[in-house]
T-cell receptor, first 110, second 113 residues
Framework: RKEVEQDPGPFNVPEGATVAFNCTYS??????FFWYRQDCRKEPKLLMS???SGNEDGRFTAQLNRASQYISLLIRDSKLSDSATYLC???????????FGTGTRLQVTL | DAGVIQSPRHEVTEMGQEVTLRCKPI?????LFWYRQTMMRGLELLIY????????DSGMPEDRFSAKMPNASFSTLKIQPSEPRDSAVYFC???????????FGSGTRLTVV
C-alpha cells in the first residue's frame, strides 16, 4: 500500500460547483497534514495545513479523519483559477520528511 | 523574503555533459530538499540536508548524481555525465524543522538531448 494515495482525476467541474478530494494515508502515527497546489509548469505551493478540528480558509475547507486515516479538501464555488493539481502531503512522524501524494487534477470549466 | 531561489530556470545540454543546479534556501531554514518531478513518476525526493549535513540520499538514482551543501545558504545538485532520462524538473525546497510545510523554489527544467 502506498504511504499516501490520491485519485489522480481529472475532476472536471463547472464554475460555481463544489468539489471534494480525498486522500488516504497508511501510517496511523502521522503527525501533520497539508494540501499543496501545483499549477502547470510551476512549483508546488502550500495551500493549507490540515488540523484535527478541521479548518477553513475562504472557499476551502480541509478535514482530517484519523480513525479512517484520510484527509479531505472541499472547494466551494469553484473558480476557473482553481484549475490545478492538488497534492496531499503527510508527515509520518516528528522526525520524518514529508510524503507527497501524486496529486489530483482539477479542471474548472465555464 | 525572496523565497527559495534556484538557477538556472532552464537548462538544455547534450548527453554526457556535466550539469550543475543551484539552490539558495530561505534564510534561517535548517532543512533543504532536492526533488525531481516527471509526468511518469511524479515528485521524487532525491536527497535532503539538515544544517548542511546530508541526512538521506537514498533517492539519488545513481552515482552520476551528487549533491553538496557547503554552507547554510547554498546547495548544488550535480549530474555527471547527464543522460536523456535525466530530463525533468528539479525542485529545491527548504523548511524550518520537520513539522512545517516546505517552501519550493521555481525549479530548474532540465532537458538532456
Amino acid at each position: 500500500r502506498k504511504e499516501v494515495e490520491q485519485d489522480p482525476g481529472p475532476f472536471n467541474v463547472p464554475e460555481g460547483a463544489t468539489v471534494a478530494f480525498n486522500c488516504t494515508y497508511s501510517n496511523s502515527a502521522s503527525q501533520s497534514f497539508f494540501w499543496y497546489r501545483q499549477d502547470c509548469r510551476k512549483e508546488p505551493k502550500l495551500l493549507m495545513s490540515v488540523y484535527s478540528s478541521g479548518n477553513e480558509d475562504g472557499r476551502f475547507t480541509a478535514q482530517l479523519n484519523r480513525a479512517s486515516q484520510y484527509i479531505s479538501l472541499l472547494i466551494r464555488d469553484s473558480k476557473l483559477s482553481d484549475s490545478a493539481t492538488y497534492l496531499c502531503v503527510v508527515n509520518p512522524g516528528t522526525a520524518s520528511k514529508l510524503t507527497f501524494g501524486t496529486g489530483t487534477r482539477l479542471q474548472v470549466t465555464l | 523574503d525572496a523565497g527559495v531561489i534556484q538557477s538556472p530556470r532552464h537548462e538544455v545540454t547534450e548527453m554526457g555533459q556535466e550539469v550543475t543546479l543551484r539552490c539558495k534556501p530561505i534564510s534561517g531554514h535548517d532543512y533543504l530538499f532536492w526533488y525531481r518531478q516527471t509526468m511518469m513518476r511524479g515528485l521524487e525526493l532525491l536527497i535532503y540536508f539538515n544544517n548542511n549535513v546530508p541526512i538521506d540520499d537514498s533517492g539519488m538514482p545513481e552515482d552520476r548524481f551528487s549533491a553538496k551543501m557547503p554552507n547554510a545558504s547554498f546547495s548544488t545538485l550535480k549530474i555527471q555525465p547527464s543522460e536523456p532520462r535525466d530530463s525533468a524538473v528539479y525542485f529545491c525546497a527548504s523548511t524550518l524543522g520537520l513539522r512545517m510545510g516546505y517552501t519550493f523554489g521555481s525549479g530548474t527544467r532540465l532537458t538532456v538531448v
